[in-house]
């Protein structure tokens, strides 16, 4: 429900800073239905079967990506802005409603037990990384003053949110934790700097860069359907280098874009999203099979964190890069991420083989 009300903050909004608190509570939605879900999956099916339950996540992303920009495009167009927000309140009360009333009907459920609180952490990291992105648009004083309390505050704080041993990648829960981060790092910096290359650096007509996306949304649902399916049998920290892999290539295709035809940035991030639909899901996997069972929660909240600040930080890094330099620098710096999860991806390895799922059973069924 608080999704909702987000959106209705925002479809009201009188100022910009009504809208950007509207867009903030609706990443603290975002941050606590992707942790749910995750959770869910774990607690509510069996381990053969949750590669295929996070590959229809993916495949649920296919009709709103594709859907969702014309149609909002042409709501703005005849009608208004504020009637997009709304709409999408609407849309989403209904199942928000019948989800309240039938999780309100059930006698219990498995959860994680209460851990020690988490909000003042949590709050400082967040303000840490906002003063971060802050801190690499200006080059002055105040600027690197606020560089440096973003550093004492994320350093200070963020080790409550994550397992020990995250950072120095302690084989396991930590590992994948970490990596989770080190890859959305790459990916989602690639996202941002593959429409600007197209946009400005190196313009292509705009279907070019529509149909990149339309394509980096079907490589990742496509890319999630073979880990769950056809590789299913394939160890997990396998995978996990294997996407590695790909992401590289792709980021070494999007370099050579600078140089050669500039219809390759957008096939690089076509190529991205295949990686990252190979180790996003399996990491996930990793992680709740590390967790216990009453720690899956957490372990999938340690992921969200590091998924955010990864992005945060390569991208404010990249931004600064590309600030001060050009687009190679910053295409070189996507490299380091991706390298360190392609390295330190055997310290994912699952302790016991997860069995094939059986030909017959499907969460679709």
């Known amino acids: ?95 928000a409603l019948v989800l309240v009333y039938v999780l309100g009907r059930r006698p219990g459920s498995i959860g994680d037990k209460p851990p020690r609180p988490a909000l003042l952490p949590a709050i400082a990291v967040s303000l840490g990384a906002a003063l971060g992105q802050y801190a690499v648009s200006g080059r002055d004083w105040w600027h690197l003053a606020s560089g440096a309390v973003a550093l004492a505050l994320v350093v200070a704080f963020v080790r409550r949110l994550v397992p020990t041993g995250t950072w120095r990648a302690a084989p396991g829960l930590p590992a994948s934790v970490l990596l989770r981060g080190f890859a959305s790092g790459s990916y989602f910096t690639l996202e941002a700097f593959v429409p600007l290359l197209m946009e400005v650096g190196r313009p292509v007509p705009t279907i070019i860069i529509g149909i990149s996306f339309t394509g980096g949304a079907l490589a990742w649902a496509g890319a999630s359907w073979l880990q769950a399916h056809p590789l299913a049998a394939v160890p997990r920290h396998r995978l996990v280098s294997a996407g590695a892999s790909v992401m590289g290539l792709a980021v070494l295709v999007a370099g050579s874009a600078l140089i050669g035809p500039a219809w390759l940035a957008g096939a690089a991030y076509v190529l991205a999203a295949v990686g990252m639909g190979l180790l996003a899901p399996s990491l996930t996997l990793l992680a709740l099979g590390h967790a216990p069972a009453d720690r899956q929660g957490q372990a999938s909240s340690a992921m969200q964190t590091t998924q955010n600040l990864g992005q945060i930080t390569v991208m404010a890094v990249g931004s600064a890069l590309f600030t001060i330099g050009s687009y190679p620098a910053t295409f070189a710096l996507l490299l380091v991420p991706v390298l360190g999860v392609f390295l330190l991806a055997g310290r994912t390895r699952a302790a016991t083989p997860v069995p094939a799922p059986s030909p017959v059973a499907s969460p679709s069924a």
């Open 1 to 95: 429900m608080l999704a909702v009300a987000t959106l209705l903050i925002s479809a009201a909004a009188e100022s910009v800073w009504q809208l950007a608190a509207g867009r903030f509570l609706d990443g603290l939605a975002a941050g606590m239905v992707a942790v749910s879900i995750n959770a869910a999956i774990a607690q509510s099916y069996p381990a053969e079967l949750r590669a295929r339950m996070l590959s229809l996540m993916s495949a649920a992303w296919i009709v709103p990506s594709l859907a969702g920009p014309p149609l909002a495009s042409l709501i703005v167009e005849v009608w208004s802005w504020r009637a997009v927000f709304y709409g999408l309140a609407a849309l989403t009360a209904i199942p």
